[in-house]
């Protein structure tokens, strides 16, 4: 049973910084790939960023240069790091892992997902 627990999310002004971790147990993350998404209200789940299992990256336009994925093999964590914060990133965001060794944009292709955290970023 692969679980994914998030953690680290909350209240921050805008220009601010926070640090999202999705914790996991049942699947080593170092094998596969994990993607980042976020839901704000009344939008469609949204691809942040992707991580392969070579630790490969990758970004959306709007969060390129500001957020940064990485990963900790020991701890079986990825991380989503999250600076110069805007209003319009506050939303829920969840971890994701795919049975297979590369990210995909597609929330449809992730088979386990962690709960969500709530950002806010306030103006």
């Known amino acids: 049973q692969v679980q994914l627990v998030e953690s680290g999310g909350g209240l921050v002004q805008a220009g601010g910084s926070l640090r999202l971790s999705c914790a996991a147990s049942g699947r080593s993350l170092s094998n596969y790939a994990v993607g980042w998404f976020r839901q704000a209200p009344g939008k469609e789940r949204e691809f942040v960023g992707g991580l392969n299992w070579s630790g490969t990256t990758y970004y959306q336009d709007s969060v390129k240069g500001r957020f940064t994925i990485s990963r900790d093999n020991a701890k079986n964590t990825v991380y989503l790091q999250m600076n110069s914060l805007k209003p319009e990133d506050t939303a829920v965001y969840y971890c994701?892992?795919?049975?297979?060794?590369?990210?995909?944009?597609?929330?449809?292709?992730?088979?386990?997902w962690g709960q969500g955290t709530q950002v806010t970023v306030s103006s």
């Open positions: 994701a892992t795919r049975s297979t060794s590369y990210y995909s944009l597609y929330p449809q292709l992730y088979d386990y």
